[in-house]
């Protein structure tokens, strides 16, 4: 606990020192990334994990999702969807921002319409899925689509689906991202946009190593992600079923 940990007249590095750390990986949101700079200043190793941050002392390690995003909106696309929301994490940090700018991004190139009711927030659990259903059956205009940016919210919407009738994907299709294989386990098995966090995990602290014993200096350090279509995409309903 850095607040509690950190005496007044010391650094955030500082204190690292004091407890005998050697370097940090670092997992912030928008709120806490000023630490990544701080700890820059003070060239204190450091490596942020799913986030990019541009400070010549501080390493970044992270996912690039946009072409895999862009695949999976091309292949709802393609299906024949046309009307698309977006349920998102009340918490905003890097991957969820890239993620949302590559949405918006594919809709205005293909002169797709978005609604703001079609924009959720939501928390990041199966719960905030059971809240993102509920707002989007309410929506004067349904979408036929709905991409989740993280899994638990995708499983939410599913079970919600079951309980009140709702069918994915005949009614509505579901795209996630998914940094386990816990997309095999929904039903139906999730469609998504696969990041490999483990390797990013053990690359990242490979990378924070390097830089503590100087064999690397701090840098960007980028994995693909990848597109897997599975059973929660579909062809819309027509309107006369909808």
Request: charged share 25%; glycine share 8%.
């Amino acid at each position: 606990n850095v607040d509690r940990a950190q005496l007044p007249d010391e650094t955030l590095g500082q204190m690292l020192v004091r407890k005998g750390v050697s370097g940090a990986l670092l997992r912030t949101t928008d709120l806490t990334r000023e630490m990544c700079f701080e700890l820059g200043e003070q060239g204190f190793p450091a490596v942020a994990m799913a986030d990019r941050i541009d400070h010549d002392r501080v390493g970044s390690a992270y996912c690039i999702s946009e072409r895999a995003i862009e695949e999976g909106l091309g292949h709802l696309h393609l299906l024949g969807h046309r009307r698309f929301a977006v349920a998102t994490n009340v918490v905003d940090d890097h991957d969820h921002s890239s993620r949302v700018e590559a949405f918006q991004r594919f809709l205005r190139e293909r002169g797709l319409p978005f609604h703001d009711d079609w924009f959720i927030r939501c928390p990041a659990d199966t719960m905030g899925g059971r809240i993102a259903l509920e707002q989007l059956m309410r929506c004067p205009k349904r979408p036929t689509a709905v991409f989740a940016l993280d899994l638990p919210i995708a499983q939410g919407i599913c079970l919600e689906g079951m309980r009140t009738g709702i069918h994915v994907p005949r009614d509505l299709s579901l795209l996630t991202f998914d940094d386990t294989v816990d997309r095999f386990s929904s039903h139906p098995r999730l469609s998504s946009v696969v990041q490999p966090t483990g390797l990013l995990g053990r690359r990242a602290t490979r990378f924070l190593v390097d830089i503590i014993d100087r064999r690397a200096v701090p840098g960007c350090l980028e994995i693909e992600t990848t597109f897997e279509a599975l059973d929660s995409t579909s062809a819309p309903a027509s309107e006369a079923e909808a």
